[in-house]
């Protein structure tokens, strides 16, 4: 039996209890919100292992929240729960991180069948850090600088630290440019042609590199990408 921990935040009462008996029923252990600034405080601070969105609540929409989550928690699941059906609005949450939709009226079947498939593809993602050590300092994701032994300190933008933590997380594996936008920016690379990537790499290794004319930590590997260097490489 499952012993995972869901939590779902939706605001029509008979939906969401429905939700949570199913889950319960499952084996799933449950935690639950009724409105949008509750769910958010819950999502930000409660441990738990994939979340059930809805999109139109009271107080913080579910888009709100979904990026709230993916600033705090970028690998934690989100499957979206919505009775919108138009494209734009399924597109909008895949691209903000959401991993799945359900668009209601759905079936309990239907939802448990996405919930453990989602499950399933998580736990084969690498874990999220808060800290990366790098020759001479460190980088403080949680902080959003890096820090140097000799007391040089730098801050770090959004995006930078969402691509450090990108890189760091899938550290000794080269990363396609594509897998950088469509994880990191989050858009499409299909038939985009774009500098951005490697305009951002510069700059994050001119603020965390002791020579950024020769990487240590991150790394080109010609033909593939970029690679954030193992501990043991550095």
Same mark, same amino acid.
């Given at each position: ?8 935040? $939706?605001?029509?009462? %008979? ?19 009724? $409105? ?28 709100? +929240? ?93 995006? $930078? ?6 890189? %760091? ?17 989050? +858009? ?44 043991? $490489?550095?």
């Amino acid at each position: 039996m499952p012993r995972q921990r869901i939590l779902t935040i $939706e605001d029509d009462p %008979a939906i969401r209890r429905g939700i949570v008996d199913a889950l319960q029923f499952a084996g799933y252990q449950t935690l639950e919100a009724g $409105e949008g600034e509750a769910g958010l405080e819950m999502a930000s601070k409660s441990h738990f292992d994939l979340l059930l969105l809805d999109l139109v609540l009271p107080g913080r929409d579910g888009f709100e +929240i979904l990026r709230e989550v993916r600033r705090g928690r970028p690998t934690m699941p989100v499957i979206i729960l919505t009775a919108r059906g138009e494209e734009a609005d399924r597109v909008r949450g895949l691209h903000d991180g959401a991993d799945d939709y359900v668009v209601k009226p759905f079936s309990v079947k239907e939802l448990l069948a996405r919930v453990e498939a989602v499950l399933r593809r998580s736990a084969e993602r690498p874990s999220d850090v808060a800290r990366i050590n790098i020759p001479g300092g460190l980088i403080d994701l949680e902080r959003r600088e890096v820090r140097f032994d000799d007391g040089r300190r730098t801050e770090l933008c959004e995006r $930078e630290v969402e691509l450090a933590r990108y890189l %760091a997380v899938n550290s000794g594996r080269a990363i396609s440019r594509d897998e950088l936008l469509a994880n990191v920016w989050r +858009i499409s690379p299909k038939g985009l042609n774009t500098r951005t990537i490697d305009m951002h790499v510069a700059r994050l290794r001119e603020k965390i590199e002791q020579d950024p004319s020769e990487p240590a930590v991150l790394l080109t590997v010609h033909g593939k990408g970029y690679m954030f260097a193992n501990d043991e $490489e550095r």
